[in-house]
């Protein structure tokens, strides 16, 4: 039996003969089907079969079809805008991801080059340059003139991290060491942040210890303010009693605790707009004697996005622990090693063995080699006068500078030291935070210094801005069991210490102000 030719015709009876017309006429076009769809089987039953299925499709719902493929396209369009604006938003994102990572790397680097320390979180980038202070912060172009013009050519290290953090508005600690440029690090920021000659009164306040380091604060403040309109005030004793801050026009206050507690007790003076309140010397404002005129300094500076550093060469973990009731998302930077000496000072310790031999060593090294200017300090004011009539006497150009003066010869005293009027400068403690004296070549310690940190102030008056300097520290029996703190800062510093004195026992009794024999060449009963 022949096989049917195709599904469709299976199971008839066909004459073929009488049809092989018919047969012939459709042979070739099964032929050509056959060829055209090689994978679709017999063509008979795949066109009914499509034919059908076609049918069916468009009897069951063309037009919902029809919409559907519309929808479809139109959905398929909003899609493809989506993946391309999350891969545009990605491409993006890598972008700022790549550029922090940058910066991260960039901070990472110049913070170790210049022995930056910082804790706290989204800690600003330090700057490289003065330059940057334009480029990042839009700095005026005053500022970076009158910068260039007093020859300062690159920030310091504490300038490049704590510019930035005051820049951004956030609270900061600040320890570098002595001449450093902490000052400008503080000044800066607050040019650039506050509007010259406003008429909302205070917006800065800047607190030092002393009258002599305030009045040295201000001279700078305006030396860099030079070619603006800001108002920049030191507070003095009348000013406090007597001044009408609502007249008196004034963007920044420089002032001691003490005469800024008796302006607003007297003078109603406003902080409630204060933006910026520095802390110079912040461990000295923090000891007993000033912490209550600054408690009430902090509370006066009411404005609620006040921003408030500290800054000093030693700051302690005590001072800290203080301050951090004031302070709020702050940010802790260390220059080098904290509450350490410049390691640009030469530091040495002489032993006198009593108050005698003190006077005898400073005398003979006077008499080998005297390299002006020297500072020399004493424990009290009335050792600085001794020690004042003692050199007179020798014809040396000295001077004297303690509490006991007036302003106005307080002033006369450091004019004339930085003038070279004066060879040497007998001080007491009054001067030795924060005091600016270019080229001092040495510090003499006559009296052993109380502390530590007291050590660290009085030698800084040497050894700034780059130049190098020389510390030498009398000491006698008395002093012998506090020599280890010294020694310890001066190790830390790099200088070479004895170890007898590395193995003293440590002491608690920090404060070391003995009573000692007064200064005199005179037998004791002439002295009287
Ligand atoms: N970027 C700088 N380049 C060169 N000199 C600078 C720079 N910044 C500041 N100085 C100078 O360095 C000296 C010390 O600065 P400053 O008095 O601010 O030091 P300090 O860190 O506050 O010291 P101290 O702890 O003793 O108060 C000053 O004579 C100042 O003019």
Redesign the pocket.
Known sequence: MEKPSSVLFAGLRFNKKRFSDDIARFKPKEEEELTAYPALGPPAATAGVRKNKKRKRKDEAPDIVEGFSVFNSCKSKQKAREVEEEEAVEVEEREQRKEAEKQIEKAAILRKKFRIHISGLNVPCPIES?TELSSRYGCKPYLLRN?FE???????A??RQAIPILLSGRDCFAC??????????FLCPILMKLKPGSKDGIRSVIICPTRE?AA?TTR?CKKLAKGTKFYIKVLTKELARCGNFEKIPCDILVSTPLRIEVAMRKSKLDLSRVEYLIL??ADKLFELGFVEQIDSVVKACSNPSITHSL???TLPESVEDLARSIMHDVVRVIIGKKNSASELIEQKLVFVGSEKGKLLAIRQSFAESLNPPILVFVQSKERAKELYKELAFDNIKADVIHADLNQLQRENAVDNFRAGRTWVLIATDVIS????F?GVNCVVNYDFPESAAAYI?RI??CG???RSGEAVTFYTEEDKPFLRNIANVMEASGCKVPTWILDLPKLRKKKHRPHRDSISTLPEDDAE
């Open positions: 003065f910068l007093r020859g300062f050519k690159e920030p310091t504490i300038q570098a060491p002595t001449g450093s440029g902490k000052t400008l690090a380091l040295q700078e110079d010397e800054f000093s060469a935070r924060g005091m600016d270019k102030h800084g008056r700034r801005a780059g």
